[in-house]
């Protein structure tokens, strides 16, 4: 079992940044595939980011393309997403998690079935 707790979402003013932390227990993720989601009210949830085991393969959506960084520290069990250049269309509960795809793809990567594991997410407000 792996345990995911997201942490750093709040409110931020549209241009500003934030930080979103996923720490995982109970296993290493360091052999997990992990992603990023997010879902707004009213609408599904969808694929942000994603990061392959080793960190050498990272997807991201086109909405958020050249905004938001995926890295992860696998030492500390911890992946992040930071994200810049906020718009008022990223406001969503932001989830992350982990999953052990067959290969690492776009495909495999941005799809929900792809992941076992999945944090309680972390509220995201960005103000116009």
């Known amino acids: 079992q792996v345990q995911l707790v997201e942490s750093g979402g709040g409110l931020v003013q549209a241009g500003g940044s934030l930080r979103l932390s996923c720490a995982a227990s109970?296993?290493?993720?360091?052999?997990?595939?992990m992603g990023w989601f997010r879902q707004a009210p009213g609408k599904e949830r969808e694929f942000v980011g994603g990061i392959g085991w080793s960190g050498g393969s990272i997807y991201y959506a086109d909405s958020v393309k050249g905004r938001f960084t995926i890295s992860r520290d696998n030492a500390k069990n911890t992946v992040y997403l930071q994200m810049d250049s906020l718009k008022p269309e990223d406001t969503a509960v932001y989830y992350c998690a982990a999953g052990r795809p067959i290969w690492i793809s776009r495909q495999s990567l941005s799809t929900s079935n792809t992941y076992t594991y999945w944090g309680q997410g972390t509220q995201v407000t960005v103000s116009s």
């Open positions: 109970g296993r290493t993720i360091s052999n997990y595939a």
